[in-house]
């Protein structure tokens, strides 16, 4: 994707850079709390409670989203300000703005993929989560940059790559999580054995 954007000059990179600062609050939240879902899930999962699997999902879910609903709005409504913390070049700080406003709707996307995989890991559950985020968020975008962005050649195609390699994530992540029981897949226990 840094391909991509480069190939838009001097300018959209400068921007490009600072949105990366300016949503770097949004990725550490979220990663954060997937951590957090790991051992909330591990440990419930080794107490035999998985209903209270359930609400740490639920808890997560409700605070990532009350968190990115929260960060979004102030990246959107003041990335201008905000970009000009980084430079000065009235250019930048436009293009940085308008990358942001792209964006910052978007980020919720992001929640489900990481909080789910949080949990997945919990319960022991790591090959076939991986295999789903390598095919969503670095599959989807190389077809992105290689098929889409060859053809329509805009920022804004470039960055919308990120929405919908989020949502595919998120979407394949969400079909397997809780597919599992369904497809009757077994679970990881402790020392890689299958019960």
């Not at 209903?51 to 409700?62: A, C, G, N």
């Not at 000065?88 to 990358?99: G, K, P, Q, T, Y």
């Not at 985020?133 to 790559?161: N, P, S």
Request: positive net charge; glycine residues 10%; aromatic residues 12%.
């Amino acid at each position: 994707m840094q391909t991509g954007v480069n190939g838009f000059g001097t300018i959209a990179i400068a921007a490009w850079s600072i949105c990366g600062k300016m949503d770097f609050l949004i990725w550490t939240l979220v990663d954060t709390l997937a951590i957090a879902v790991t051992t909330f899930v591990a440990q419930n999962d080794g107490a035999g409670r998985p209903e209270r699997i359930q609400q740490t999902l639920i808890s997560s879910f409700t605070i990532a989203h009350l968190c990115v609903v929260s960060i979004s709005v102030i990246l959107y409504l003041y990335g201008r300000p905000i970009s000009s913390w980084f430079i000065h070049d009235e250019l930048v700080i436009d293009s940085a703005a308008s990358m942001m406003r792209l964006l910052a709707p978007f980020y919720v996307l992001y929640i489900g993929s990481e909080l789910l995989v949080g949990s997945l890991r919990g319960l022991g559950d790591t090959l076939r989560p991986m295999v789903i985020t390598l095919l969503g968020a670095c599959g989807l975008r190389i077809f992105w940059v290689v098929l889409v962005l060859a053809r329509y050649q805009t920022i804004e195609t470039a960055l919308y790559g990120y929405p919908i390699s989020w949502v595919a994530t998120s979407a394949g992540m969400a079909a397997y999580y809780f597919g599992r029981k369904t497809w009757n897949w077994p679970r990881q226990v402790r020392g890689g054995n299958k019960d």
